[in-house]
């Protein structure tokens, strides 16, 4: 079992930037595809970004491109994301996950995944 807590939530202006951090534990995460969603009341989790095993490779939303940026530390067990010029429509709960295998290209489905953590509320006002 893998447990996953994200942290680095809050209320920010439309502009500003926040960095949501991911802490793994209960078994090594080195080898793993790692993601970030995102969801809001009423809809579906959406993929936000993802990146593979060492970082190499990496893939996000069109929504998010240029603006997020994921990145992970396997000596730490942790994951991030580095979000910039926040809009009001990145208002949602952002939930980090880690699939039970290494791959080539990044999955884009939540039922891809197999470990999600709690989550973390991200709210950016006009």
């Known amino acids: 079992q893998v447990q996953l807590v994200e942290s680095g939530g809050g209320l920010v202006q439309a502009g500003d930037s926040l960095r949501l951090s991911c802490a793994a534990s209960?078994?090594?995460?080195?080898?793993?595809?790692m993601g970030w969603f995102r969801q809001t009341p009423g809809n579906e989790r959406e993929f936000v970004a993802g990146?593979?095993?060492?970082?190499?490779?990496?893939d996000s939303a069109d929504a998010v491109k240029g603006r997020f940026t994921i990145s992970r530390d396997n000596t730490r067990s942790m994951l991030y994301l580095q979000m910039n010029s926040l809009k009001p429509e990145d208002t949602a709960v952002y939930y980090c996950?880690?699939?039970?295998?290494?791959?080539?290209?990044?999955?884009?489905?939540?039922?891809?995944?197999?470990?999600w953590g709690p989550g973390t509320q991200v709210a950016v006002s006009s």
């Open positions: 996950t880690l699939r039970w295998s290494a791959t080539v290209s990044i999955p884009m489905f939540a039922n891809e995944y197999d470990f």
């Open positions: 209960g078994r090594p995460v080195g080898g793993y595809t």
């Open positions: 990146i593979t095993w060492n970082g190499g490779r990496t």
